[in-house]
């Protein structure tokens, strides 16, 4: 918990003695106190020890259908984050919660987040998953304040994005919810930062998956804004629709705002299937648009086929965006790459494309091409203007 004594009036509360103290520890208990201000009264939650062991501080986030409080290991004596579901009662959010303990389970993974136990708390009937606590802030918090970002900003970002998702599957999952408050940019003891996905509570098993298709039954899972195409038609789903959301997240990245959001879910979710996803701006590099429009491949057949693959074009492109340092338009220049004409071929075209898909002229290359006779009108004019300016001796 990082509040300065400003921020909360140098009052601090203990959870389990109740008492409030200057100190940021209990001198009683010695249990972590917090700022008073976040106490609430009638939370069925906080300042509660769940399994008799973990003493629920205070909410850090939440979503539809849990809540997630830093808390105290009353046994080991050190902090951990608890995730407890919303509605003990709810058939369905329980089988789903136990789904997620057992898909988090799996991955002992840097930039997966570690879960260290579940339980049941008797008394409350509440299920918990315990997690190690993460010092930062979700990727969401992070583009409301700092998005747009540079391109090297954002592919440094997505890269442990991709370590996670290479992983998840690799392991046979589908995460199926990769979205910014489920990433967090977490910072380690060191001061370094990484990324680490959180909230697997609607991950797809791979192959036949009976339960998920009975908890599913027929309804779009997860945020509209990141849903694929496949995801929005209600399609099979492999791999690389949690790709598709990965370049939605780039694109947000990049611009500020997702390519898509519209004023109705469905609405939205029309859009992801039927839209041309909007494009970058002629300022990126052509590199980095590729790599992103790529990933908005309405076609999963067109897209990288796997993280691996988006993992080294982050890597050779942030290879080559240091390189340049400090030039963003004429990169493409002095690389020789001509602005416009050029030919791009889809490197990521899967096998699985059919004959009849025909390719869609790349949008970028119709506005690569059609801005060629303004940069030549463009030149044309500079050096009229400098003449004529040179003559009556205003240069
Ligand atoms: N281990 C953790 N450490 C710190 N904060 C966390 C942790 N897990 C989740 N959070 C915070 O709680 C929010 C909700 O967590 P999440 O697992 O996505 O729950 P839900 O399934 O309800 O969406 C996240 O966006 C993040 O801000
Ligand atoms: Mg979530």
Redesign the pocket.
């Known amino acids: 918990m990082d509040t300065s004594a400003e921020e909360t009036g140098g009052a601090y509360r203990c959870v389990q003695c109740g008492r409030t103290w200057s100190a940021q520890v209990c001198p009683e208990g010695g249990v972590p106190c917090i700022p008073a201000f976040e106490w609430k009264e009638d939370d069925p939650v906080q300042g509660k020890a769940l399994g008799g062991q973990y003493l629920a501080l205070m909410e850090?986030?939440?979503?539809?259908?849990?809540r997630?409080f830093s808390a105290w290991d009353k046994v080991e004596n050190r902090p951990v984050?608890l995730?407890v579901i919303r509605e003990p009662g709810d058939k369905e959010q329980a089988e789903r919660f136990r789904r997620e303990a057992i898909a988090t389970k799996r991955f002992e993974h840097p930039n997966i987040?570690k879960m260290e136990g579940a339980g049941h708390d008797v008394k409350t009937g509440l299920l918990f998953l315990v997690?190690?606590?993460?010092e930062g802030r979700?990727l969401d918090r992070l583009i409301a304040a700092e998005a747009p970002v540079n391109p090297d900003e954002a592919f440094r970002l997505a890269i442990p994005i991709c370590e996670a998702l290479s992983a998840i599957h690799e392991g046979g999952l589908i995460h199926r919810d990769v979205k910014p408050?489920?990433l967090?940019v977490a910072r380690d003891e060191r001061g370094g930062e990484t990324v680490k996905i959180?909230?697997f509570?609607i991950t797809r098993f791979a192959g036949d998956d009976p339960v998920d298709q009975a908890l599913t039954a027929g309804r779009v899972l997860g945020s509209v804004i990141y849903a694929s195409p496949e995801q929005a038609l209600r399609a099979p789903l492999d791999a690389r629709s949690d790709l598709y959301a990965l370049g939605i997240i780039l694109y947000e990245l990049l611009m500020g705002l997702p390519p898509f959001d519209r004023d109705t879910p469905l609405e939205t979710l029309k859009a992801h299937v039927e839209e041309r996803s909007p494009l970058l701006p002629l300022e990126f590099p052509r590199d980095v648009s590729d790599l992103v429009e790529s990933l908005l491949e309405k076609d999963p057949g067109r897209r990288p086929q796997s993280a691996l693959q988006v993992l080294a074009a982050l890597d050779r492109i942030l290879g080559r965006l240091k390189r340049s340092e400090g030039i963003s338009v004429p990169v493409r220049a002095a690389e020789g790459i001509p602005v416009g004409g050029e030919d791009i071929k889809n490197p990521w075209q899967g096998p699985d494309k059919t004959p009849n898909q025909q390719p869609v002229e790349s949008p970028q290359e119709a506005q690569d091409s059609s801005s060629l006779p303004w940069v030549i009108g463009s030149v044309v004019l500079l050096g009229v203007l400098w003449f004529v300016g040179q003559s009556m001796g205003w240069v």
């Not at 850090?60 to 259908?65: D, F, I, K, N, R």
């Not at 997690?131 to 993460?134: K, N, P, T, Y």
């Open positions: 850090l986030g939440s979503g539809a259908a849990a997630v984050a995730k987040v997690l190690e606590q993460l979700p408050a489920n967090f959180l909230d509570g």
